[in-house]
């Protein structure tokens, strides 16, 4: 993929939304989310940072703090950190997304199962691997409820479980 001339692109599209839409407006704060998720495939998280928390900024300011949108932004701002290693921050924002989303989509959708996944990887790095173990287990489980017996994200958290198995101790 062609990050940098999506950026372009997208900053394209921020000044026209800005002269349109003013820089208050959902629609703006959703392209500085792409832009940031396009910094972030380069691996200038800091410049994804950026962008997502501008976008974080005004989603809640738009929606509300509480809104799904703002949960996902929360999420993004938690996946930059996980990336760049900033494990403590990531943590806060993905409790905090999880937090908002189970409001909205139940304690048993698939996109929660993310965010338990997510979690577990950050406490695997952090080598704790009885909370690694415990947030893979959880969404595990709610992809067993909620998705076909063969889907890929079900292999994958049998996987992450394995990681985890493979460094406990008896």
Request: hydrophobic fraction near 35%.
């Amino acid at each position: 993929a062609n990050y940098l001339s999506a950026i372009e692109s997208y900053q394209a599209c921020l000044k026209i939304q800005l002269n349109i839409l003013g820089p208050q407006h959902p629609d703006f704060a959703t392209t500085l989310k792409l832009i940031g998720g396009a910094h972030e495939e380069t691996g200038d998280y800091n410049a994804a940072l950026e962008n997502y928390e501008r976008g974080l900024i005004i989603t809640k300011e738009s929606l509300g703090p509480q809104h799904p949108a703002t949960g996902w932004c929360f999420f993004s701002i938690g996946r930059a950190l996980d990336r760049k290693g900033d494990y403590e921050k990531a943590l806060e924002n993905y409790n905090s997304s999880l937090d908002i989303l189970i409001t909205h989509l139940g304690p048993r959708h698939p996109e929660i199962a993310d965010i338990y996944n997510s979690l577990g990887l950050i406490w695997h790095k952090k080598e704790d691997f009885n909370n690694s173990y415990n947030f893979f287990k959880k969404g595990l489980d709610i992809r067993l409820e909620s998705l076909a017996q063969d889907h890929d994200a079900i292999a994958a958290s049998y996987n992450n479980l394995a990681m985890v198995f493979d460094r406990l101790k008896d």
